[in-house]
């Protein structure tokens, strides 16, 4: 069955890219390039030079996982691309469907709208969070939102199927990942969840492309909470920070998995 990707060009995904085209029939990779636009400020340059001096570990640690990709996956696979600035640009409707895609693989993009959504596609367009739906949700990385918020045993990961929200559709598959909270560092906790990442869409895709079927609504899971890439302020990278330090010293696996208990994540 024929794979197409839609996905961010940062070196984490084309990692994924490479993963999913050596064990599907990709034929076919969007990646999409946004440009950066920032609004300077004095108070922007007041914090940035604060995360510089006491909080560099935060974008360090994302940082150190990009070159790890960008080290281990120089290059994408060699199928037919293309990178536009917008995912949702006509530009990929037409690739897409030219390529005629059994199923469509999303990851690290924009929200994709409508016009995207309506390509007839026989299995589907799935969707990667690397957060655990419904719980935490949103942006810019749901794994410095679970410590920030002390939320420790709510890191993990969800496949699901796509639609207009933010991380809403309906879910084939979640799981915890499991961290060290005492010896891990911020930069091995990222790795460790985007592996997990890449691990769990391989295995969903693995399970529909095998006639698998899996198809729950979020609202049948819990309640959970969105977060914005705008109120990822300074006082949350503090609370990052402190709660990191605090957890390595108290650090018991027995009070997650007491949490985790009253969690509900979806098995397949």
Excluded at 166 to 193: A, C, K
Excluded at 197 to 210: G, Q, T, V
Aim: net charge positive.
């Amino acid at each position: 069955m024929n794979i197409v990707l839609w996905i961010g060009n940062a070196p984490n995904q084309r990692a994924l890219a490479n993963k999913l085209a050596e064990a599907f029939n990709v034929v076919g990779i969007v990646t999409e390039t946004r440009k950066t636009k920032r609004r300077i400020t004095i108070k922007k340059i007041i914090e940035v030079g604060f995360e510089r001096i006491f909080l560099s570990s935060i974008n360090g640690a994302w940082r150190g996982m990009q070159e790890f990709y960008e080290k281990n996956f120089p290059d994408y696979p060699n199928v037919s691309r293309l990178d536009v600035e917008n995912i949702n640009s006509t530009n990929v409707l037409e690739f897409s469907y030219n390529l005629k895609p059994d199923l469509i693989v999303v990851s690290g993009t924009r929200l994709i709208r409508k016009k995207l959504l309506s390509i007839d596609v026989s299995k589907g367009i799935l969707n990667l969070h690397t957060g655990l739906s419904p719980y935490i949700k949103g942006g810019p990385n749901c794994t410095n939102w679970c410590i920030a918020t002390n939320q420790f045993h709510l890191v993990g990961n969800t496949v699901m199927w796509i639609d207009e929200g933010i991380d809403s559709g309906n879910i084939v598959t979640s799981e915890f990942t499991d961290i060290d909270w005492g010896n891990m560092s911020l930069f091995d906790i990222h790795i460790r969840v985007m592996e997990h990442a890449h691990s769990l869409y391989k295995k969903a895709i693995n399970f529909i492309l095998n006639g698998g079927q899996s198809n729950v609504p979020q609202s049948e899971i819990g309640d959970g909470k969105t977060f914005y890439t705008k109120e990822w302020s300074l006082i949350y990278k503090i609370k990052l920070i402190r709660n990191l330090k605090r957890i390595r010293k108290e650090y018991n696996p027995n009070d997650i998995a007491e949490k985790r208990k009253k969690i509900k994540t979806i098995k397949i």
